[in-house]
């Protein structure tokens, strides 16, 4: 967007257009078939795939990410490349959301199947040339700088094969393919291939064979591109009827229910009332039916956020303040079931993964990480009532705060 142009040079279409928009709108996460490889420098956000570890010197084990449940480590989910201004630290800032595959496992127990980390790196940090700011009056120097900068030497650590966590276990043929585990290691010598192609040098058809069976062991990978969500059609209406009631009955409060769009009257306390938490999550994701993300980071100036919940009654009581700084933790984002269609989960099995919505909470004051390299972060997760997919009446469920 040209932010030097001036508004009254719009149509009135593009103005009312353009008015859709908050300027604390959530940001909509859509996938998208890569088109180039997504790479660390390129600071990617992307769902499934190997981590591109923003921390190129130091990354994740398995166990850091080992699932409570099944005790194998988990998979990539998603990661999410969110920059921002405040601290300096955080220049560069990247969310790492992990979760186990099975879909048992998270059944089970799933405050054991997910985990949630933080990486950053400041604007001068020894892997990545600081960007150039066009708009910057030391444009000059800073292209110079760029130009100048030799990222730093380092012995790169050994990722495993199969889902790029880092890898202390070698195979003891060619001793040069590294894993994370014990399982993985067999996974790779039974499903693929590596009993077959051990210690020889692989032609390329026979290479992408080996990588695609290696990659049809993790979540699918996909880029995540984002837009601003606008406000739909029944939310103009709405905020047009309360302006025109104000404006023609100054001084008098008005009827919330007179404001209702004709069609959408509904009683109450009726014997099928619905669960009004799940019907506001359809109405605002039919909107957007294709969102597998909603990004909306409480920071700065902006007013408290509440998430889109799926139902009314399993929030957390409360969520737990930073362990390292001791602020409190806000929510950033959640990952809508959606996303189930795209990374490679059948529906079909009793057991498959599923969830209605993800919600990832993190430190409000993105605290340095110092030697650490990572912080652990907070995730909720919501399923879809049995009463609100029924369009039934609901029955209260009990409010368990996270461990």
């Known amino acids: 967007m040209d932010t030097d142009s001036d508004v009254s040079e719009l149509d009135p279409k593009e103005l009312s257009e353009a008015l859709l928009y908050d300027k604390f709108a959530c940001q909509l996460g859509y996938v998208e078939e890569p088109e180039t490889p997504l790479t660390a420098e390129t600071f990617p956000s992307k769902s499934g795939g190997r981590p591109a570890w923003l921390n190129p010197e130091h990354i994740l084990t398995a166990a850091d990410v080992t699932c409570g449940n099944c005790e194998q480590p988990m998979n990539l989910l998603l990661q999410l490349y969110t920059p921002e201004d405040q601290p300096a630290e955080a220049f560069h800032r990247t969310v790492y959301v992990f979760c186990c595959k099975k879909g048992g496992c998270v059944k089970l127990d799933w405050t054991k199947s997910f985990k949630v980390y933080r990486s950053q790196l400041p604007r001068e940090n020894p892997y990545y040339a600081p960007p150039v700011d066009l708009d910057d009056e030391n444009e000059n120097e800073n292209i110079k700088a760029v130009e100048q900068f030799t990222a730093k030497s380092f012995k790169a650590p050994t990722k495993c094969v199969i889902c790029g966590l880092g890898g202390s276990k070698f195979c003891g043929g060619c001793g040069l393919t590294a894993y994370c585990c014990r399982e993985h290691q067999t996974l790779d010598w039974d499903k693929c291939r590596h009993k077959e192609f051990c210690n020889k040098t692989l032609k390329t058809d026979e290479q992408e064979t080996v990588d695609n069976l290696r990659s049809s062991h993790i979540f699918l990978e996909k880029e995540i591109v984002s837009e601003p969500e606008g406000k739909d059609k029944d939310e103009e209406e709405e905020e047009s009827q309360a302006a025109f009631f104000k404006e023609n009955n100054p001084g008098e409060q008005s009827d919330s229910k007179a404001l209702v769009l004709a069609g959408d009257e509904h ?21 957007n039916p294709d969102q597998v993300m909603r990004y909306d980071r409480v920071e700065y100036n902006m007013p408290e956020r509440e998430p889109l919940w799926v139902q009314a009654n399993y929030k957390p009581e409360s969520i737990p303040e930073c362990d390292r700084c001791h602020a409190p933790r806000t929510f950033e984002f959640q990952i809508l079931s959606t996303l189930l269609n795209f990374i490679g989960i059948g529906h079909v099995a009793v ?7 993800l919600f990832v909470y993190t430190c409000k004051e993105n605290c340095t990480l110092g030697k650490d ?11 879809f009532s049995q009463d609100g997919m029924q369009l039934g009446r609901k029955k209260m469920q009990p409010i368990i705060s996270p461990t």
Not at 268 to 279: I, Q, Y
Not at 373 to 383: G, S, T
């Open 351 to 357: 057991n498959s993964l599923d969830w209605g919505s």
């Open 373 to 383: 390299f990572f912080a652990q972060e907070v995730l909720w997760k919501q399923d």
């Open 267 to 287: 009683e109450e306390d009726t014997e099928v009332a619905v669960d009004d938490v799940f019907l506001q999550f359809q109405l605002k994701i039919q909107q």
